[in-house]
């Protein structure tokens, strides 16, 4: 597998959006501190061999584990932000958009500790698979010998 975990809870958009509003700074900080944070799981996992950093495009699943039901799915997923930009800033990933990063899937668990696991695997909606895929079904394509629509189209 390829991927960590995060033995901490992360912040939720309503907590982000209040630190907003608190000061125009506070938000940025808030943001900066969650990604160190996440960024020290990171360094652990590259350096014991769990991740790997990554050049294709990846699928990414994240578990998180609640202690308990108080926040709402929308404020818990919105952390996604902070994983994919420490993934990025710790080289883990080139970049976090559309084509490195193909889908996002989230699931919720309770837990007995509050943590999120992530891991990242070789996507199969792969632009490059793609393409190859689509020339392989054209090198065996044989159109039909006589077209079903053009008698309904013309009259016949």
Do not use: C
């Amino acid at each position: 597998m390829n991927g960590f975990t995060i033995h901490a809870k992360l912040p939720s958009l309503n907590e982000v959006i209040n630190k907003d509003r608190s000061n125009r700074f506070a938000g940025a900080v808030y943001k900066k501190d969650t990604e160190k944070l996440i960024s020290r799981y990171i360094a652990k996992a590259l350096t014991t061999g769990e991740l790997k950093p990554v050049s294709e495009a990846v699928t990414i699943r994240i578990d998180w584990y609640e202690k308990t039901r108080r926040r709402d799915v929308d404020n818990i997923q919105s952390s996604q932000k902070f994983i994919l930009d420490a993934l990025v800033s710790n080289g883990v990933l080139p970049d976090d958009n559309r084509r490195y990063v193909k889908q996002i899937y989230h699931t919720i668990h309770d837990g007995e500790e509050n943590k999120v696991s992530v891991s990242i695997e070789r996507s199969e909606k792969n632009g490059l698979n793609q393409r190859k895929t689509a020339i392989e079904r054209l090198k065996t394509f044989e159109p039909e010998t006589e077209p079903t629509i053009l008698p309904v189209l013309f009259g016949r």
